[in-house]
Protein backbone atom coordinates (compact mmCIF):
# COMPACT_ATOMS: atom_id res chain seq x y z
CA UNK A 1 0.00 0.00 0.00
CA UNK A 2 1.46 3.12 -1.08
CA UNK A 3 1.28 6.19 1.50
CA UNK A 4 -0.03 9.88 0.64
CA UNK A 5 2.44 12.52 -0.19
CA UNK A 6 2.35 15.72 1.59
CA UNK A 7 0.42 17.30 -0.62
CA UNK A 8 -2.39 14.41 -0.36
CA UNK A 9 -2.02 15.26 3.42
CA UNK A 10 -1.66 19.05 2.77
CA UNK A 11 -4.93 18.65 0.34
CA UNK A 12 -6.94 16.45 3.45
CA UNK A 13 -5.97 19.28 5.82
CA UNK A 14 -7.60 22.22 3.55
CA UNK A 15 -10.67 19.89 2.69
CA UNK A 16 -11.24 19.34 6.40
CA UNK A 17 -11.02 23.05 7.02
CA UNK A 18 -7.71 23.41 8.30
CA UNK A 19 -6.77 26.94 7.60
CA UNK A 20 -3.30 27.41 9.76
CA UNK A 21 0.33 27.70 8.20
CA UNK A 22 2.47 25.35 6.86
CA UNK A 23 6.29 24.70 6.31
CA UNK A 24 6.93 21.71 4.36
CA UNK A 25 9.91 19.84 4.73
CA UNK A 26 11.68 17.33 2.43
CA UNK A 27 10.23 15.90 -0.70
CA UNK A 28 10.75 16.45 -3.67
CA UNK A 29 11.05 19.91 -5.03
CA UNK A 30 9.63 20.20 -8.68
CA UNK A 31 8.17 23.84 -9.59
CA UNK A 32 4.89 22.14 -10.43
CA UNK A 33 5.03 20.42 -6.89
CA UNK A 34 6.06 23.94 -5.21
CA UNK A 35 3.48 25.87 -6.80
CA UNK A 36 1.13 23.65 -5.77
CA UNK A 37 2.09 23.81 -2.18
CA UNK A 38 2.03 27.74 -2.02
CA UNK A 39 -1.00 27.52 -3.98
CA UNK A 40 -2.58 25.21 -0.88
CA UNK A 41 -0.90 27.98 1.55
CA UNK A 42 2.77 26.52 2.18
CA UNK A 43 4.94 29.31 3.70
CA UNK A 44 7.91 27.75 3.45
CA UNK A 45 9.75 24.63 1.66
CA UNK A 46 12.70 23.05 2.88
CA UNK A 47 13.60 20.37 0.37
CA UNK A 48 16.03 17.76 1.07
CA UNK A 49 18.58 17.00 2.11
CA UNK A 50 18.03 19.93 4.83
CA UNK A 51 19.69 20.27 8.56
CA UNK A 52 18.63 21.79 11.78
CA UNK A 53 20.01 25.27 10.57
CA UNK A 54 17.35 25.21 7.88
CA UNK A 55 14.60 24.09 9.35
CA UNK A 56 15.04 26.68 12.03
CA UNK A 57 15.17 29.17 9.17
CA UNK A 58 12.18 28.53 7.87
CA UNK A 59 10.36 28.43 10.88
CA UNK A 60 11.83 31.79 11.67
CA UNK A 61 10.58 32.98 7.98
CA UNK A 62 7.05 31.60 8.71
CA UNK A 63 6.77 33.36 11.95
CA UNK A 64 8.04 36.87 10.78
CA UNK A 65 5.39 36.36 8.02
CA UNK A 66 2.75 35.48 10.12
CA UNK A 67 3.31 38.30 12.61
CA UNK A 68 3.43 40.61 9.13
CA UNK A 69 0.19 39.52 8.56
CA UNK A 70 -1.18 39.47 12.12
CA UNK A 71 -0.15 43.38 11.88
CA UNK A 72 -1.60 44.26 8.27
CA UNK A 73 -4.89 42.51 9.39
CA UNK A 74 -4.45 44.59 12.52
CA UNK A 75 -4.01 47.97 11.15
CA UNK A 76 -7.22 48.04 8.81
CA UNK A 77 -9.17 47.01 11.80
CA UNK A 78 -8.47 49.56 13.62
CA UNK A 79 -8.76 51.83 10.73
Known amino acids: M ?5 LDILRQLRIQ ?3 GKVVVLGGQS ?3 LTSEAM ?3 TLQIVGCPF ?3 QVLG ?3 VA ?3 I ?3 MIFKWQFTCD
Open 51 to 53: NAN
Open 30 to 32: TQS
Open 63 to 65: TTL
Open 2 to 6: SHPSG
Open 58 to 60: AAG
Open 39 to 41: RLG
Open 17 to 19: GYG
Open 67 to 69: NLI
